[in-house]
């Protein structure tokens, strides 16, 4: 799938930093930045939704250092890993499910526990 690891650390990295645009355009939303567009928040979650899932497979053996921030313990430690970013995606997909009900206050809720779910796993996973 990947021909070299900076192949997989580019493609990882490529889908997250979307997520993490995506999640800011909600993000200000939220703080009242930018007005409440349940179109435009809806599809700032699909992108989410869809990016949440191929960061996974691109952390491959011995691809750590370099140009990845990824922590060793993400192999050393692959049960919690996987934890992890289950539990962000539950998180995307109550987010998800509150973008399409148009709920601004339930919008709000789940995006202070969708990012509580990005920094923890960033916290255990990602070096500084
Ligand atoms: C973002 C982003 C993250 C999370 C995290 C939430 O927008 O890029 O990694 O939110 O900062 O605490």
Not at 64 to 73: L, Q, T
């Amino acid at each position: 799938q990947f021909r070299k690891v900076d192949d997989a650390v580019e493609y990882r990295k490529a889908a997250l930093h979307l997520m993490g645009a995506h999640f800011g355009r909600i993000g200000a939303v939220v703080k009242g930045d930018k007005p409440y567009d349940k179109a435009a928040v809806e599809a700032d979650v699909a992108v989410i939704e869809m990016m949440s899932k191929l960061p996974w497979p691109a952390f491959i053996p011995n691809s750590a250092g370099g140009h990845s921030k990824a922590k060793p313990e993400i192999w050393s430690q692959q049960a919690e890993f996987k934890t992890a970013t289950e539990k962000m995606e539950g998180e995307v997909a109550k987010l998800s499910a509150a973008a399409k009900s148009g709920d601004l206050a339930a919008i709000k809720v789940s995006f202070g526990s969708t990012g509580q779910s990005c920094k923890s796993c960033h916290d255990n996973f990602r070096n500084r």
